[in-house]
């Protein structure tokens, strides 16, 4: 293992990272803002609570888990997609290096920023609402789980993306309805039996619904079929990942 | 000396079907300068690519060090070090922490005042703290070189090195290759100019079209490929050669008044006392008389002419 190339990877990300905080927190910190204002307020005003749960705090998993899931996927796609773009990308397939190192290296840097902005978030929400965590050990669990699966996923669009356009289509026509009909603003208990199965194989579910037992101790679904689900997935990009490096796909000619 | 870099029948296509390598074999010695020369699209930059890990070959195989490039990667690319011949670089990161980068992925530690010699070599230390965007054509080429020499390589690839590079940078590539070479590594360069080979290089490889027509020593590739001229400039236009002279396969001027007469300067016999006791026997008046050795330039273009005859 080439430890201090997966460290100058990271650095270097981060350094990225670091030059551009200020604009990579403002939107997701605003766009958050204006969820509570129109969910909480708005809805929340009629939906009083959900289980037992204030509509406000039920909300929050959620919102942090979509933030959570958006940064991982952006990060990490362009995170690698630029290299190739510039053609740096040389350099990291002449160096005496696996796809484990790159990946790490990467992935890792991507989950990090994707994690910092998560928890800006979660901090954001307290200004709107009463939080109180109930496992406050699973929810980080769950929150770097989510990141590095995701930023996963993320590091194989950006390899597989061609253009710009693509870089930024599964993020926006996949994983947003995802998450929007994964239950961040509602329980699936709340909907029609024949959408409850619909939504069992909306992988987003049981991210949300896991996440959101680690903060009220309850959930949608068990909290053990949460994290199979994540592990399944994660087990998933890791093969998809170590195939493109075999194979050279879309990076080798 | 020992080969670092043995080539075995490297063969490539790539995924449209074009074949842009067609079995290269070549041992590249250690501590030698090895100048590829070869027209575009010859598969220059292709065989760089495969044996730095960029392009996966299609047959053949390779080792750097005893070690396999697939099989061993690890070991063979870490003595390696690449300048490619198109400038991709980083644009929105400072010069010194792009070049801190290769060195650390090149799974090297830290060395601060390496660095500082190897920018300073290239005339980039007062550039350390500027954005890579910042720069000019000729210095981010020296960048990249920076970043090759980072990890200390023992290998050095240069693909084009000095294309878009000034007459007095050009100078100091040149002396700075000249003192990796004194201090044994190993160094492949490709490039059009082929003074800068002439200048350069111990050996001269010659590729066109996926082929290596020719590796040679420079100064044996010159002699032996050394073709001389003998210009006859005539006192009066020669309407057409007389049969006497039908022999020595001379080629006449439009004007008629210039006959070359081209030969082997190194051959027994150069035929040129028999060839002027005829020109004096046909009654023709010269008035000049030269002679002119052919270039590397002129034995290149032959090659490569001779190779796309062939095939
Ligand atoms: N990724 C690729 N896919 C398909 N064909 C390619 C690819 N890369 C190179 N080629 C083709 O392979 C041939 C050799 O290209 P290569 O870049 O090795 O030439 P070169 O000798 O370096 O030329 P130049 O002097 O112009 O740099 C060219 O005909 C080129 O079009
Ligand atoms: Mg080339």
Known sequence: ?253 | MSAIISIRDLAKTYGDGFTALKGVSLDIEEGEILALLGPNGAGKTTLISIICGLVTPSAGSVTVGGHDILTGYRAARAMIGLVPQEITIEPFEQVINTVRFSRGLFGKGSDEAHIERVLRALSLWDKRKSKNQALSGGMKRRVLIAKALSHEPRVLFLDEPTAGVDVTLRREMWELVRQLRSEGVTIILTTHYIEEAEEMADRIGVIDHGRLLLVEEKARLLHQLGRKELLLELTEPLPELPSSLAEFALQRSEDGLHLTYEFDAHAERTGMTRLLGAVAEAGLQLKDLTTRQSSLEDVFLKLVADGRDET
């Open chain 1, 1 to 253: 293992m080439n430890w201090q190339a997966i460290l100058s990877i990271y650095r270097f990300e981060m350094n990225r990272t670091f030059r551009t905080l200020a604009q990579s927190v403002v939107s997701p910190v605003l766009s958050t803002s204006l969820y509570f204002v129109v969910f909480g307020t708005a809805i929340g005003a009629r939906i009083d609570t959900v289980d037992n749960i204030p509509y406000g705090a039920f909300i929050v998993p959620g919102l942090v888990m979509l933030t959570l899931l958006q940064q991982s996927i952006t990060n990490a796609s362009f995170g690698i997609y630029f290299p190739k773009f510039i053609g740096t990308i040389y350099e990291l397939l002449s160096a005496p290096i696996s796809f484990i190192e790159v990946v790490i290296g990467y992935v890792g840097a991507a989950a990090t920023k994707a994690l910092m902005i998560a928890v800006i978030i979660l901090a954001t929400s307290t200004l709107f609402v009463d939080l109180t965590i109930a496992h406050p050990v699973w929810m980080v669990a769950f929150l770097v789980l989510t990141a590095v699966s995701f930023a996963l996923l993320g590091f194989i669009i950006g390899i597989w993306a061609g253009n710009f356009e693509q870089l930024q289509l599964i993020p926006l026509l996949v994983v947003t309805p995802l998450v929007f009909l994964g239950g961040a603003f509602y329980s699936i208990t709340m909907l029609p039996p024949a959408w409850q199965a619909v939504s069992l194989f909306n992988p987003v579910v049981y991210l949300i619904s896991g996440f959101r037992w680690s903060f009220f101790g309850m959930a949608d679904v068990p909290v053990g079929i949460s994290l199979a689900a994540i592990a399944l997935f994660l087990t998933a990009c890791l093969a998809a990942i170590w195939w493109i490096f075999r194979t050279g796909w879309r990076i080798k000619p």
